[in-house]
């Protein structure tokens, strides 16, 4: 099984008729896929000039200009109590929160990746120095660069200036991280004079990250919050080489996170539990699987892994992809917001195909828009760029 991935993979990144087999459609080119999709993009992002939180004032932020602030998404002010504490309305995005950093991060979350995925591709120095500018604006210019924590996050008005669960925010940076591992794997144009300033800023993040109180309270989340902090953690650890990151967040995967929230027939009960099960249920997965992905160091091994009761990523794809070919068929109510903007281009199914070796799931996850244009679809899409996953 393991040469059978590793033959695919191959295949996926050096054509279509690297691997196939009898009666078996080839697989994809991913390259190829990728650079008609990518080069247009990429190419209009050469000339824009990096805008990071200094830039976004945040009227309601207690902290300086470089500090990250969000206001959290399902908070409402309260009809009973006009100009006290925000109110709870589950799945229901109030669409006057103060989202300015939070957009910001996301558009560089974006770019970045899309800059790096399409030097990798061409080899055009060009696409490389303009991801440089970004790298080098949000971690090392000491006028622009975020303070590396995020101990304002998703705030709520009139309780508190910030929460734990904030901490997903920075989900968005993932892909960054890996943009940047494949710039110093293949010593990308002007990745050496701001390398040391990227990685300190990272290494202080994930210091943060691993010890501060927001932090471990948020690995301790036992839904999709505990699922974003692992694979932060295992994306920034990897850049970083820290190996003692990368082995608690493997036995976490094993012993907590898998256990915890996959049952043996595949279900995410934690998330079908929530307003938009269909949508959190998605999100949860593919984040599960590009965790399971990193941690293995892409052999999806931990995606076909699975515990002694049957619980396993690869099941929990297997129940989702389903509802992923066909939503009609989803047993559950629709998701009280955003119900048509899913699904996208689920990455789980990418990875789960390479894992399990299963060419239907790789067929399916082809046919699905790769570039969501609905702002909240987008936020909860954060692995975009498949090339920066199959290599370094």
Not at 42 to 65: E, V, Y
Not at 208 to 228: A, K, M, V, Y
Not at 250 to 271: C, F, K, M, N, Y
Request: include cysteine; proline fraction near 9%.
């Amino acid at each position: 099984m393991i040469a059978r991935r590793t033959l695919l993979l191959a295949a996926l990144l050096a054509g279509p008729a690297a691997y196939a087999r009898p009666g078996v459609r080839p697989y994809p080119d991913i390259r190829a896929i990728e650079r008609r999709r990518l080069l247009p993009r990429a190419t209009a992002l050469l000339d824009g000039a990096p805008r990071t939180i200094a830039a976004i004032n945040a009227p309601r932020s207690p902290a300086g200009p470089q500090d990250y602030y969000s206001e959290g998404d399902y908070w409402w002010p309260d009809p009973a109590n006009p100009g006290g504490a925000y109110i709870r309305r589950d799945g229901r995005s109030n669409p006057d929160k103060f989202d300015g950093h939070r957009d910001a991060l996301i558009a560089f979350g974006r770019d970045v990746p899309t800059l790096a995925a399409a030097w990798d591709l061409t080899g055009d120095p060009r696409f490389a120095r303009a991801a440089m500018r970004h790298l080098d604006a949000w971690f090392v210019d000491p006028a622009t660069r975020m303070n590396p924590d995020l101990a304002h996050a998703q705030a709520i008005i009139g309780v508190n200036s910030g929460r734990a669960i904030g901490v997903i925010d920075t989900l968005q940076i993932v892909e960054v991280a890996r943009a940047a591992t494949l710039f110093a794997a293949r010593q990308a144009p002007g990745y050496a004079a701001i390398r040391v300033g990227v990685e300190r800023w990272f290494t202080d993040y994930l210091d943060w990250l691993t010890t501060s109180p927001f932090g471990i309270e948020e690995r301790d989340q036992q839904n999709n919050h505990g699922t974003c902090w692992l694979l932060q953690a295992a994306a920034f650890a990897t850049l970083l080489d820290r190996k003692p990151v990368l082995d608690a967040a493997r036995a976490r995967l094993q012993t907590v996170i898998i256990p915890s929230q996959i049952e043996p027939d595949g279900r995410q009960p934690l998330e079908l539990a929530r307003t938009k099960p269909y949508a959190y249920s998605l999100f949860n997965l593919d984040v599960l699987a590009a965790a399971a992905w990193l941690l293995a160091e892409r052999s999806g091994a931990l995606i076909a892994w699975q515990t002694s009761d049957g619980r396993s990523i690869g099941g929990a794809i297997a129940w989702m992809a389903p509802f992923i070919a066909d939503k009609r068929q989803w047993p559950l109510a629709p998701d009280i917001e955003y119900w048509d903007g899913f699904p996208v281009r689920q990455p789980s199914l990418l990875f789960g195909a390479l894992a399990l070796d299963r060419p239907g799931w790789l067929e399916l996850w082809q046919r699905l828009d790769p570039d969501p244009k609905i702002g909240e679809v987008l936020r909860n899409f954060p692995v975009r760029q498949p090339l920066l996953w199959l290599k370094d």
